[in-house]
């Protein structure tokens, strides 16, 4: 469970800013700005998600630095109620996880950078090519020689990218987990593809997420550089120009990143989610677990993007 995955780190002080205040918009509020976003989303080019924990609570996984946060918990001298806290295993997609799927088999998305380990996105059976995972996923193994990625049936006994006593299926190498420890460097392959959908990015939305760790909350910021650039090249720059590249933010608390934001959402992200695909007539269908590929009778299934080339180097022994 995250408490476990939270508890598991190395220590660590500067957690950000924990326990602000959550805001909730009004219904008329509400209203009037997903029917802006839908009509953004139908009219991008090149929509890619941002998502943090706060799209994962609704599975019963307690974010880090909300009122009653893990971080905001421990720096009251606290620890959640591992009673009310349901393990990874145990845990299901939301109806956001479900939908940003859907949205993305109707083309609406086309690309997602999760900040989240807990493996929900992988057992919604998201198409490893529209995936960027920067911190690891507790179902997700990786050999340390070819680099090939393998999907668990259970969570991994191991975080920091230690071995699981694994071998790799492909080259009888090693495996060890994904999942990051502070201060450990994002895996190449993830942030690579992730800066990459940045770049073409036309319309950035932020999904539950503080926008507090780096390097991951810079990368929303990239539509701002192609509005600075096309800004430049006309003779009046106009805010409201729907030519330009729009930053979305839809948390419950504010972020220092707001003031670039064109639009703004304090609500629920499943209560937001709901709304836009009714906006986009969009049908969502519940979990199956027979498609979660974690719930396999089969262990250590492959899962590599299709542009995946096996090594036997590291990218920094081999450059």
């Known amino acids: 469970m995250s408490a476990n995955y939270a508890s598991g780190l190395s220590e660590y002080k500067n957690k950000g800013t ?30 890619v998600l941002f998502c943090g924990a706060g799209i994962s609570t609704a599975a019963g996984i307690p974010d880090f630095r909300g009122p009653n946060g893990i971080w905001t918990l421990e720096k009251r ?25 859907t949205m993305i088999n109707k083309g609406f998305v086309k690309h997602v950078v999760s900040q989240n380990i807990d493996g929900l996105f992988l057992k919604a059976d998201i198409d490893r090519e529209n995936l960027s995972e920067l911190h690891g996923n507790y179902f997700v193994d990786e050999c340390i020689e070819c680099h090939s990625r393998f999907i668990r049936n259970r969570p991994s006994p191991t975080m920091g990218c230690k071995f699981t006593g694994d071998k790799c299926g492909q080259c009888d190498g090693l495996i060890h987990d994904t999942i ?67 930053l979305v933010i839809i948390n419950l608390q504010r972020t220092k990143f707001d003031r670039h934001a064109d639009l703004i959402i304090h609500h629920y992200v499943d ?39 096996p090594t036997n180097k590291s990218r920094n022994e081999s450059s």
């Open 271 to 309: 209560k937001v989610m709901e709304i836009i695909c009714q906006q986009l007539m969009i049908q969502v269908g519940p979990y199956e677990s027979a498609l979660d590929p974690t719930k396999s009778s089969h262990d250590l299934i492959p899962w590599n993007r299709k542009d995946f080339k």
């Open 77 to 101: 001298g606290q620890k959640p109620d591992e009673s009310k806290v349901k393990s990874f295993d145990q845990c299901i997609p939301t109806f956001s996880h479900r939908a940003i799927i």
């Open 180 to 246: 990051l420890d502070w201060e450990q460097e994002l895996p190449d392959d993830e942030f690579d593809r992730a800066q990459i959908e940045s770049e073409k990015c036309d319309l950035a939305i932020c999904l539950g997420t503080s926008l507090q760790i780096e390097p991951a909350n810079l990368l929303p910021l990239e539509v701002l550089k192609k509005s600075e650039i096309q800004s430049e090249n006309t003779d009046v720059y106009d805010p409201n120009d729907d030519r330009l590249n729009k």
């Open 18 to 47: 924990c326990g602000t205040k959550e805001l909730i918009d009004s219904d008329k509020k509400l209203a009037r700005n997903t029917k802006i976003l839908a009509e953004w989303i139908r009219e991008s080019k090149h929509c």
